[in-house]
């Protein structure tokens, strides 16, 4: 197609007559073509430009519903050849081609954001936020119900996720409840908007127009279900758009599924933690009690290390176990329930150490733990002001009695460890407290920590007489104190084994320097 400098058509092939029938020779160019070329015409006759080599991009524009791209060709005479070149398939190609490439980007970007999360309720909102966002006016995204209640979260376009618990039977929604059950989802066509019930429809939402329930697929067990909803006057749901709805919820249910499977083990951790975390510690039966426990690493609660202290009944002596088992962390911490719950069937028992670590001992070598442990056992009970102790140790460090004045003694007990050789043989040992004196129980941990000035030297024993010289007349608990700073301190950020203290002490006296005023006085515990 062959226009003059002043717009007029000047020749036409027969494509040409084809696309555009009102465009004869003679006509005025701007009255049989689109607006867009002969604009362009007007352009490019005023500047000299040939479109072909010297333009960025071709011109392009709609004729007839398909799409062509316009490019001129100046000639000597001043007239401009165009020619029309149908570009339709090939636009159609491009824009599903970026359609793709803005889905692709934007599961990428979901999938990041669910995944940078085990928290439920925010997988929720970032599952509602995101799909209000890109894939319609609203969405919903509900949880499997809690009793008679379903966990919803909605946000509207522009808003943010709101919780809300609904009691409602999902089953009143066409295809809510089989998508919350994993059956495939329900075309959104048959779906109708006007059914849709008042919790479902976000509050100053408008009349709906379409509806898109689909599934969100978990592990083995649905996740849940996504709602998306359309304002009456948006378009309907395409299947392309149903699909695409579908690899998002895909996406999100594994995130939601993988947020409740974490929140159960955290729920089930935390019970059995409760089980195997020492106890707190305070007086019993007129005996003070305090203990301290660090595990290996600083990210765990449990390990290696355990005490513990069974009240004494009316007229007996209270119980106290102290062990470590051979390594660290979940493992070792398996072991250690063991031994402590088969001490406590023991406890009737308690009387007679060397029958109790026997019995312990062929537990153990009947289990599938292919560990051992040490272990010194105490039983405590107060006479008068004093307290009576009877000491065993299995393998295990020598408690240490700190006496009134500063003296530091060594109890005399001996003995092999359980869970490693069939026999095991312990030497108990009687001890008496007197007020203010103590019985210091605790692991290698605390003698084998590695630090000081050098970095490598151990904490050792003699050191640890040495400070706990310098705690004569202190309290039970701030004697654990003193111990475990001390440790801390030589260890600086170092890596160190599970580290536990236990202190026995028998509670100092006090005198009343008159009672009523009259009296020389009298002690009392």
């Not at 026997?358 to 153990?364: H, K, P, R």
């Not at 904490?459 to 007349?473: I, N, P, T």
Request: with cysteine.
């Amino acid at each position: 197609m062959v226009a003059d400098i002043d717009g007029t058509l000047l020749q036409r092939n027969d494509a040409a007559a084809g696309l555009l029938p009102e465009a004869t020779p003679g006509a005025p160019l701007a009255e049989v073509a689109p607006a867009w070329l002969a604009a362009k015409h007007r352009t490019v006759q005023l500047t000299g430009h040939n479109s072909a080599t010297e333009t960025d991009a071709p011109l392009s524009g709609v004729i007839g519903g398909r799409r062509f791209e316009a490019h001129p060709s100046v000639r000597d005479d001043g007239t401009v050849a165009w020619w029309l070149v149908d570009d339709t398939d090939h636009q159609l190609v491009r824009d599903a081609l970026h359609m793709e490439r803005q889905r692709t980007a934007f599961l990428a970007k979901a999938s990041s954001a669910l995944l940078s999360t085990l928290n439920l309720g925010r997988c929720m909102d970032v599952t509602s936020q995101m799909a209000a966002e890109s894939l319609a006016d609203a969405a919903l995204a509900i949880a499997p119900s809690r009793g008679h209640r379903l966990p919803v979260v909605t946000c509207v376009r522009g808003g943010v996720p709101e919780l809300s618990h609904q009691s409602v039977d999902p089953d009143e929604v066409p295809g809510l409840g089989e998508a919350l059950r994993g059956f495939p989802p329900v075309p959104s066509r048959w779906i109708d908007p006007l059914t849709a019930p008042q919790w479902l429809v976000p509050e100053g939402f408008g009349p709906v127009g379409s509806i898109l329930i689909t599934p969100l697929p978990g592990h083995g067990v649905p996740a849940g279900a996504l709602v998306l909803l359309r304002r009456g006057k948006s378009d309907s749901f395409s299947d392309e758009e149903e699909v695409f709805a579908r690899l998002f919820a895909a996406r999100a249910g594994a995130a939601m599924s993988a947020a409740r499977l974490y929140a159960e083990q955290t729920a089930i951790t935390d019970v059995l933690m409760r089980e195997l975390m020492p106890p707190t510690l305070h007086q019993i039966s007129g005996v003070d009690f305090a203990g301290r426990y660090r595990p290996s690493a600083d990210h765990e609660r449990i390990g290696g290390d355990f005490y513990d202290v069974h009240p004494a009944t009316e007229g007996e002596a209270s119980f106290v176990s102290l062990g470590d088992v051979c390594g660290k962390g979940l493992e070792a911490a398996v072991l250690t329930g063991k031994i402590r719950s088969t001490l406590h069937a023991l406890l009737p028992l308690a009387d007679d150490h060397q029958r109790m670590l026997s019995l312990l001992n062929t537990a153990l070598l009947n289990s599938h733990h292919a560990r051992f442990a040490t272990l010194v056992l105490a039983s405590a009970v107060r006479r008068g002001n004093e307290v009576d102790l009877k000491l065993t140790s299995a393998g295990h460090p020598t408690p240490l009695i700190i006496r009134t004045d500063g003296t530091v003694e060594e109890a005399d007990t001996r003995g092999t460890l359980v869970g490693a050789i069939p026999d095991v043989s312990a030497r108990t040992t009687a001890v008496t407290l007197a007020p203010g004196e103590c019985c210091v129980l605790y692991t290698d941990g605390i003698t084998e920590a590695k630090g000081g000035p050098m970095g490598n030297v151990q904490f050792g024993d003699e050191r640890l007489k040495r400070a706990l010289s310098a705690c004569a007349g202190m309290p039970a608990e701030s004697i654990v104190e003193h111990v475990q700073m001390l440790a801390a301190q030589w260890l600086g950020n170092r890596h160190h084994d599970d580290m536990a203290v236990v202190v026995i002490a028998a509670p100092r006296t006090h005198h009343l320097s008159a009672v009523n005023g009259r009296t020389r006085g009298r002690f009392t515990g």
